[in-house]
């Protein structure tokens, strides 16, 4: 009686996550098409790659082509992706006896800023979904050999998605793998080197195998750190470009939101920017040797910068009007796409918008909830899916500390989601709550401190 209980409930709750998903697809069809996912459909139609956006992608959108054009057909993948993760997730819940989590799991799914990143059309979307879907997979069929395979393929294609992917990843495969492989740390530190390879490899060998031209996005981060660095430092780290005063021209395009002003788009790019240091900043030892040099020289400001940036980057000690939003709405492109107005739509967004403000929003808050968890649930070893997801979100959390040139909430998605799902399982078992209290407190002393610091900042 209890099994047929339970496949009638599984049964019911697919087909609210299907109607979910079919809802949600329909407040943004055909998809919002931002200028990143402008420029690789462009590539998509054409055949032609480059390695500014990961080719990996613009590849698959070619050939989901035969579904239909536009964004369509992308819009629908992301949404299979986090409806099918989500639901796999819920029916493990479930199916352990935890009712509570797979309820908070699905409240979850249903956060305003989640469902904007889902119905935009964006790697950072593409990347989540499918990390979603492997990792529950991996947990709704545990004896599975075939979901195991799967699932690791899934993670190794995900990684073709973000060259910081592999954080991320890393303890999500570790899970796919036997547990005698992971059972002491030394079997734990070899198999994960070894499962590191793949994952490193992924997104060179896919360019490679592309042929996607080089488009030197390497150079945002060693301008935008040099930039930095000359601002804090009150210096000039930069090659020679023929500009005067370059100090005063940097102090002036510098920003610890986002490395835009030394790009070539925008209203006013730098006079000091990627136009002008492409060619200079070969020469020397090369990119990386500016780079470094600038770093040994400046460490103190190297620092300053970076953690100036990842306070933006992770909306901490910040004003919220100072940080970009979410997007509302399609740029305008050559194929006029576009979403129409629509009402729940529009209020959708707002609450979005609204919860970017909120404790919620700010992925500071749920970076310091990931290292909770792992205090209160420090081992991998047991196979325990919270632990992985919980690493896998704070290792990708804290990459964007010394690899990030923007401060967008899209960049978190993974971090969020990871979070959100790991505390569901572990702060729904009573028997987290019956840990000794200093535990208990030492688990909850980081989200508090970073919520405290937050509100007074903005006060």
Same mark, same amino acid.
């Given at each position: 009686?209890?099994?047929?209980?339970?496949r009638r409930?599984?049964?019911?709750?697919?087909?609210?996550?299907?109607?979910?998903?079919?809802?949600?697809?329909?407040?943004f069809?055909?998809?919002?098409m931002?200028?990143d996912?402008?420029?690789?459909?462009?590539?998509?139609?054409?055949? *032609? &790659?480059d390695?500014?956006h990961p080719?990996a992608?613009?590849w698959l959108?070619? *050939?989901?082509?035969? %579904?239909g054009?536009?964004?369509?057909?992308?819009l629908?993948?992301q949404?299979?992706l986090?409806?099918?993760?989500?639901?796999?997730?819920m029916q493990?819940?479930?199916?352990?006896?935890?009712?509570a989590?797979?309820g908070a799991i699905?409240?979850? !799914?249903?956060s305003?800023?989640?469902?904007v990143? $889902?119905g935009?059309i964006?790697?950072?979307?593409?990347?989540?979904?499918t990390?979603?879907?492997?990792?529950?997979?991996?947990v709704?069929?545990?004896g599975?050999?075939?979901?195991?395979? $799967?699932?690791?393929?899934?993670?190794v294609a995900?990684?073709?998605?973000r %060259?910081?992917?592999v954080?991320?990843?890393?303890?999500?495969?570790l899970?796919?793998?036997p547990t005698?492989?992971r059972r002491t740390?030394?079997r734990l530190?070899?198999?994960?080197v070894?499962?590191?390879?793949p994952?490193v490899?992924?997104? /060179?060998?896919?360019?490679?195998a592309l042929h996607?031209? #080089?488009s030197?996005?390497?150079l945002?981060l060693?301008i935008?750190?040099?930039g930095g660095?000359?601002a804090?430092a009150?210096?000039?780290v930069f090659?020679?470009?023929?500009?005067?005063n370059?100090?005063?021209?940097? !102090?002036?395009?510098?920003s610890?939101?986002s490395?835009d002003?030394?790009?070539?788009w925008?209203?006013?790019p730098?006079?000091?920017?990627f136009?002008?240091?492409?060619?200079?900043?070969k020469?020397?030892?090369? /990119?990386y040797?500016w780079w470094?040099?600038?770093v040994a020289?400046?460490?103190?400001?190297?620092a300053?910068h970076?953690?100036a940036h990842?306070?933006?980057n992770? =909306? %901490?000690l910040?004003?919220?009007?100072?940080?970009?939003g979410?997007?509302r709405?399609?740029?305008?492109?050559?194929w006029? %796409?576009?979403?129409?107005?629509n009402?729940w739509?529009?209020?959708?967004?707002?609450? !979005?918008d609204?919860?970017?403000?909120?404790?919620?929003?700010?992925?500071?808050?749920?970076l310091?909830?990931?290292?909770g968890?792992? $205090?209160?649930?420090? #081992?991998?070893g047991?196979?325990?899916?919270?632990v992985?997801?919980?690493?896998?979100? $704070?290792?990708y959390?804290?990459?964007?500390?010394?690899?990030?040139?923007?401060s967008?909430?899209? &960049?978190h998605?993974?971090?969020?989601?990871a979070v959100?799902?790991?505390?569901?399982?572990v702060l729904?078992?009573r028997a987290?709550? =019956?840990?000794?209290?200093?535990?208990?407190a030492l688990a !909850?002393?980081?989200l508090?401190?970073?919520?405290a610091a937050g509100?007074?900042?903005?006060?």
């Amino acid at each position: 009686m209890k099994n047929l209980t339970d496949r009638r409930a599984i049964l019911m709750g697919g087909g609210a996550i299907m109607l979910l998903a079919l809802l949600h697809g329909a407040l943004f069809w055909p998809g919002i098409m931002t200028w990143d996912a402008i420029r690789q459909y462009g590539q998509a139609l054409n055949g *032609q &790659y480059d390695d500014w956006h990961p080719p990996a992608m613009n590849w698959l959108w070619r *050939q989901l082509g035969l %579904f239909g054009a536009g964004p369509a057909p992308m819009l629908v993948l992301q949404l299979a992706l986090y409806w099918g993760g989500t639901a796999w997730w819920m029916q493990a819940a479930w199916a352990r006896g935890q009712r509570a989590a797979a309820g908070a799991i699905g409240l979850l !799914a249903l956060s305003p800023i989640v469902l904007v990143l $889902v119905g935009t059309i964006l790697k950072d979307s593409l990347f989540a979904g499918t990390l979603l879907l492997a990792s529950g997979l991996l947990v709704a069929r545990p004896g599975s050999r075939a979901a195991r395979i $799967v699932a690791a393929l899934l993670l190794v294609a995900a990684a073709t998605l973000r %060259f910081n992917a592999v954080p991320a990843c890393l303890p999500l495969l570790l899970l796919a793998l036997p547990t005698a492989w992971r059972r002491t740390w030394p079997r734990l530190g070899a198999t994960a080197v070894l499962a590191a390879i793949p994952l490193v490899l992924a997104l /060179p060998l896919a360019n490679t195998a592309l042929h996607a031209k #080089r488009s030197g996005v390497e150079l945002s981060l060693v301008i935008y750190d040099l930039g930095g660095i000359g601002a804090f430092a009150r210096t000039d780290v930069f090659p020679r470009t023929g500009v005067s005063n370059p100090v005063a021209v940097n !102090a002036d395009c510098y920003s610890p939101i986002s490395w835009d002003r030394y790009a070539w788009w925008g209203a006013a790019p730098c006079a000091i920017g990627f136009t002008t240091l492409a060619a200079p900043l070969k020469t020397g030892h090369g /990119p990386y040797g500016w780079w470094a040099a600038a770093v040994a020289a400046n460490p103190l400001a190297y620092a300053g910068h970076r953690l100036a940036h990842f306070d933006r980057n992770t =909306r %901490f000690l910040v004003h919220d009007a100072d940080l970009p939003g979410l997007s509302r709405q399609s740029d305008p492109n050559p194929w006029s %796409f576009t979403v129409a107005p629509n009402g729940w739509r529009s209020a959708l967004q707002h609450a !979005a918008d609204a919860l970017l403000t909120t404790p919620p929003g700010w992925p500071i808050c749920w970076l310091a909830l990931g290292l909770g968890l792992l $205090v209160l649930r420090p #081992r991998l070893g047991g196979a325990d899916p919270a632990v992985a997801l919980a690493w896998s979100a $704070v290792l990708y959390g804290f990459s964007y500390l010394p690899l990030s040139v923007a401060s967008e909430v899209r &960049y978190h998605f993974w971090t969020m989601t990871a979070v959100g799902i790991a505390a569901a399982l572990v702060l729904s078992q009573r028997a987290t709550w =019956r840990l000794p209290r200093w535990q208990l407190a030492l688990a !909850a002393a980081p989200l508090l401190i970073v919520v405290a610091a937050g509100v007074i900042a903005r006060a």
